[in-house]
């Protein structure tokens, strides 16, 4: 399967990959897996999707905000592997950060949009574990935040 061909079947556009803001590293490679630190929502515009989930946002703002970490991500593996999408054999686990009031339960709904847009990539490759965890609150304010782990070719 070409991740490259998906990209342009469903019209992905894939952001530039982002370099970090803090005292860490957007990818480190250990041995054939490949780590990819969380990658927030920001939106096409280059705006941050600021806000909590079940107040500020309802469960599809979260899936949209998801939906664009996951796009981070691929941008990100893809800088990773030198702009060779073909190098990345698996993504194996997502844990998703979704920032939400005290009585909000539809964490997995919301996380659903990282695992989405990863399956549309990378098609069978792309069925990963995950965790889907709510806090009160993420950095700058985001609604959602998502690192990945992928097993490399």
């Given at each position: 399967m070409?991740?490259?061909?998906n990209?342009?079947?469903?019209?992905i556009?894939?952001?530039?990959a982002?370099s970090?803001v803090?005292?860490?590293?957007?990818?480190?490679?250990?041995?054939?897996l490949l780590?990819?630190?969380?990658?927030?929502?920001?939106?096409e515009?280059?705006?941050l999707?600021?806000?909590?989930i079940?107040?500020d946002?309802?469960?599809?703002d979260?899936?949209?905000a998801?939906k664009r970490c996951?796009?981070?991500?691929v941008?990100q593996?893809?800088?990773?592997?030198?702009g060779?999408?073909?190098?990345?054999?698996?993504?194996?686990?997502l844990t998703?950060f979704?920032?939400?009031?005290?009585?909000f339960?539809?964490q997995?709904k919301?996380?659903?949009?990282?695992s989405?847009?990863?399956?549309?990539?990378?098609?069978?490759?792309?069925?990963h574990?995950r965790a889907?965890?709510s806090?009160?609150?993420?950095?700058l304010?985001v609604?959602?935040?998502?690192d990945?782990?992928f097993?490399?070719?």
């Amino acid at each position: 399967m070409n991740f490259e061909d998906n990209l342009k079947k469903n019209d992905i556009i894939l952001p530039e990959a982002a370099s970090p803001v803090g005292s860490y590293v957007a990818t480190k490679i250990s041995n054939n897996l490949l780590f990819i630190s969380g990658q927030i929502s920001i939106d096409e515009n280059g705006n941050l999707i600021k806000g909590k989930i079940g107040k500020d946002l309802n469960t599809d703002d979260g899936y949209k905000a998801a939906k664009r970490c996951a796009l981070n991500i691929v941008s990100q593996a893809k800088k990773a592997c030198g702009g060779d999408l073909s190098k990345i054999k698996s993504c194996v686990k997502l844990t998703g950060f979704v920032n939400s009031t005290d009585n909000f339960n539809d964490q997995p709904k919301v996380i659903n949009g990282a695992s989405d847009l990863i399956a549309v990539v990378f098609g069978d490759a792309g069925m990963h574990t995950r965790a889907a965890v709510s806090t009160n609150s993420l950095p700058l304010g985001v609604a959602v935040e998502v690192d990945a782990i992928f097993e490399l070719n």
